[in-house]
């Protein structure tokens, strides 16, 4: 049987708060009636460190785990070995400082990159363990993994109250735009308007096209996050998804469209395509916290776009 967790009177921490999804979380909470919301950022608290993991859990009542070392396919091929240190040794060292100063919750997020690299579409819960993740993002993914096995070892052992959400790819506005580190939407949005700004005559993308993703609102995610934070506590992982799959190929033409780009686009087979496939099995989510996504995925796109052009 769920408890309900009472965010009003809870002193809350977000790590990584300050960044794209957790300044959303944090509007999200105070939405709940949240009033002690403290949003911590990498500049403040090196996770790596236990000592900073120790400082940032003191006093708290709930911990909510966003930060993490986060970047596309070619981030990841350049930067495994920091992907997997930096992302497990964060996760980890804080989870297990929230036990000791005894931290009434501890809410862990993980990401579609567990997924072994062949797995049934739509993604259950149940195939987490079904094979090894797509090579490019797997020390990324596996180092958040590492965060299922210690929350549900925690729980076990000691009764901690842990849960482990994996969400699905995110968008939005206020998302990384950086070309070094972003994710394919808001890395290909930078990119055709560049194009369009400069009358480029072709835009080039890597892959073939053939690849799905599935994307969710960032403020659908934070939403996500908030429902599971107050409803959810059981040891099984629970994927935050919109319940659709889009072609890489199919994108790229909708937010050509939406840019109003008129050129061409040359697809660069030299470079990888990541995971074949990828949505997620949302029954879960919708089961244990009532939660479904909202905002139809053109809108989103269109709200993303005209935020990145008027952002400040």
């Given at each position: ?77 350049e930067h495994p070995a920091e992907m997997f240190y930096d992302n497990i040794m964060m996760g980890t060292g804080l989870m297990h400082e929230a036990w000791k100063a005894g931290v009434k919750k501890f809410v862990a997020i993980g990401t579609i990159c567990c997924y072994p690299k062949f797995t049934p579409v739509p993604f259950k819960e149940e195939n987490l363990w079904d094979g090894y993740p797509e090579e490019t993002n797997a020390p990324y993914g596996m180092a958040k993994k590492m ?166």
């Open positions: 049987m769920n408890t309900t967790t009472d965010l009003s009177q809870s002193q809350i921490i977000i790590t990584g708060g300050t960044g794209f999804l957790g300044s959303h979380l944090a509007a999200e909470l105070s939405k709940y009636g949240a009033q002690q919301v403290h949003a911590l950022s990498s500049k403040e608290y090196d996770l790596r460190n236990p000592s900073a993991c120790r400082k940032a859990v003191k006093h708290a009542d709930i911990v909510i785990h966003l930060a993490a070392k986060v970047g596309g396919i070619g981030y990841n091929r965060l299922l096995v210690q929350s549900q070892a925690y729980r076990q052992q000691y009764g901690f109250h842990s849960i482990f959400l994996l969400p699905v790819n995110l968008y939005g506005p206020g998302d990384n735009f950086n070309p070094e580190s972003s994710h394919v939407i808001p890395s290909l949005i930078k990119k055709f308007l560049e194009a369009k700004k400069a009358g480029a005559k072709e835009v080039v993308v890597w892959g073939t096209g053939k690849a799905t993703r599935e994307f969710l609102y960032v403020e659908d995610a934070a939403r996500a996050i908030v429902m599971a934070t107050q409803r959810y506590d059981k040891s099984d992982p629970v994927n935050i998804g919109a319940g659709f799959e889009i072609s890489i190929k199919d994108l790229v033409n909708k937010i050509k469209y939406i840019v109003g780009y008129t050129g061409q686009i040359i697809w660069d087979t030299t470079q990888p395509d990541g995971q074949p496939r990828r949505m997620l099995d949302i029954t879960r989510a919708k089961k244990e916290f009532g939660f479904q996504a909202s905002v139809p995925f053109d809108m989103g796109l269109q709200k993303t776009i005209r935020w990145y052009i008027h952002r400040p």
